[in-house]
């Protein structure tokens, strides 16, 4: 399993520009008290992500799966125009 300590220790600087994360509330976060944000979007853009895709709200699998390779496979096509 990934923690938010291991996602911040990766480097995506060049391997991996577009980070998904397919999983129920996968995109919030809690504020330290010291107002920095904690979760693993935080900790994905400073390991060198370009963005991170993720949910707010929980999410069925096979759903999130569809949603995901959809979501690419209009981005591969739109670049290829």
Same mark, same amino acid.
């Given at each position: 399993m990934l923690t938010v300590s291991d996602a911040s220790d990766l480097d995506f600087s060049r +391997?991996?520009?577009r980070t998904t994360l397919i999983a129920c509330? =996968? =995109?919030t976060?809690?504020?330290a008290s010291g107002y920095e944000p904690l979760g693993?979007?935080?900790a994905l853009l400073f390991a060198?992500? +370009?963005?991170v895709l993720g949910t707010l709200w929980p999410?069925? =699998?096979?759903t999130a799966r569809a949603f995901t390779e959809g979501f690419y496979r209009h981005c591969e096509d739109q670049a290829e125009r």
């Open positions: +391997t991996c520009p509330d =996968s =995109s976060q809690h504020v693993f979007i935080p060198g992500a +370009t963005y999410v069925e =699998s096979r």
